[in-house]
C-alpha cells in the first residue's frame, strides 16, 4: 500500500534499516558489557594482568563502523535524491510563513490558509518567511523543509491518499509556535480545480499592517485582542492607558504623539503589567510617513 505521498516508502525504508542496526548493536554492545562483568569480574580475577592489545580488533572496529556509516549514507542519499528534482508539470504554490499562521498563494494571486491539493499530482511549495525562521513540516508526507527570511527554499512532493494532514512549524518562533499549525487537505483533481476556481483573489493588506508584519511587530502585539508580550493593537488607539513613566505611575491616552514616542523611545512609558527594556527603538528603522500609517491602521481596529 502506497504512503500519503510517494517519498514515504523510501524514508521510512530507511528508518527502519537504521533502527534495526540500531537495535542490533544496542543488543550485541550491551550482551558483550554483561559477559565482561560477569567474565572478569574482580572476585576472578583480583590480580591485575596487564592485556596486550590487538591489531586486529583495532582495525576491525574501526573498519566495521565505516563500512555501516558509508552503507546508511548510501540508502540516506538514495531516499534524499529525488526529493531535489522537481518535475516540470508541478503545480507552483507559494507557502507564507509568518508568525503565527500559514497562507498558501495559488497562482492568480488566490490565497487560503489550508493547502488544498489534488491527488497524483506533483507538488512544488516554494517557502517564504515574511519574519523569523520557522519550519514547514507534514510529517504524513514525510517532508520537512526551513523557511528562512531572505532565503528562497523549496520542497516537492505528490500526494497519493485523499484525506486531512496536519501541517506543523518546527522551528520555535516565539510564544505562539504551538499555534502554528493548519492542515493540507487532498482532494480529487475535479474538485480541485473547482475549489481552485471558487477561491477569491487576495485583497492587498492595508500598507499599515504591511508595515508592522515587515519589522516583526505582530510578533508582540496581537491583532485580534490576546495578550502577548506586549498590549494588543485591537482597540488600543483612543484608550486610556496606565504608564510608567521615569518610575511614576501616570494615566495617558492613546493617540498620534503617544504612538510615535512608544516606537522611536519604547521605554519611556511602558504600560503596566507588561516589561521593560523588551522592544527596541525604531528610530532611523520606521521612518515618519510609515509610522503615519502605522497610527492610520491602528485607528481601524476597533
Known amino acids: ?49 596487564q ?20 552503507f546508511l549514507f548510501y540508502f540516506g542519499y538514495a531516499a534524499f535524491q529525488p526529493m531535489i528534482w522537481v518535475p516540470k508539470n508541478a503545480i507552483q504554490v507559494k507557502v507564507i510563513g509568518r508568525m503565527w499562521q500559514w497562507s498558501f498563494e495559488y497562482p492568480g494571486s488566490k490565497v487560503a490558509t489550508e493547502l488544498v491539493l489534488p491527488l497524483n499530482n506533483p507538488v512544488k ?12 513540516s507534514i510529517p504524513a508526507f514525510r517532508v520537512k523543509e526551513d523557511v528562512v527570511p531572505g532565503k528562497n527554499n ?7 491518499q485523499i484525506g486531512q494532514y496536519e501541517i506543523f512549524c518546527t522551528a ?23 475549489w481552485l476556481k471558487a477561491l477569491k483573489v487576495a485583497s492587498a493588506e492595508p500598507i499599515g499592517l504591511v508595515i508592522l508584519k515587515k519589522n516583526a511587530c505582530t510578533s508582540c502585539h496581537s491583532l485580534d485582542g490576546s495578550r502577548l508580550v506586549s498590549v494588543t493593537f485591537k482597540g488600543l488607539y483612543g484608550k486610556t492607558e496606565t504608564v510608567t513613566t521615569n518610575g ?4 495617558v491616552k492613546v493617540d498620534d504623539e503617544y504612538i510615535t514616542s512608544s516606537i522611536y523611545d519604547p521605554d519611556k512609558d511602558v504600560v503596566m503589567g507588561f516589561s521593560k527594556g523588551v522592544m527596541k527603538p525604531y528610530k532611523g528603522i520606521i521612518k515618519d510617513d510609515e509610522t503615519k500609517k502605522i497610527i492610520e491602521y491602528l485607528k481601524t481596529l476597533k
Request: hydrophobic content about 45%; proline content about 3%; charged content about 20%.
Open 1 to 49: 500500500m502506497s504512503g500519503a505521498s510517494n517519498f514515504v516508502e523510501g524514508v521510512d525504508w530507511v528508518f527502519k534499516l537504521l533502527f534495526g542496526i540500531s537495535f542490533f548493536f544496542l543488543l550485541l554492545i550491551t550482551a558483550t558489557m554483561i559477559y565482561f562483568v560477569v567474565r572478569y569480574n574482580r572476585k576472578r580475577h583480583p590480580k591485575a594482568v
Open 51 to 70: 592485556v596486550k592489545d590487538s591489531t586486529a580488533l583495532e582495525i576491525t572496529w574501526i573498519t566495521i563502523p565505516i563500512i555501516i556509516v558509508l
Open 125 to 136: 511549495l516554494n517557502l517564504h518567511s515574511e519574519d523569523v525562521i520557522h519550519g514547514f
Open 154 to 160: 523549496y520542497m516537492w512532493f505528490t500526494p497519493q
Open 172 to 194: 520555535y518562533c516565539g510564544v505562539r509556535h504551538s499555534y502554528m499549525g493548519t492542515k493540507v487537505r487532498v482532494v480529487t483533481p475535479r474538485e480541485f480545480y473547482t
Open 248 to 251: 511614576a505611575e501616570r494615566k
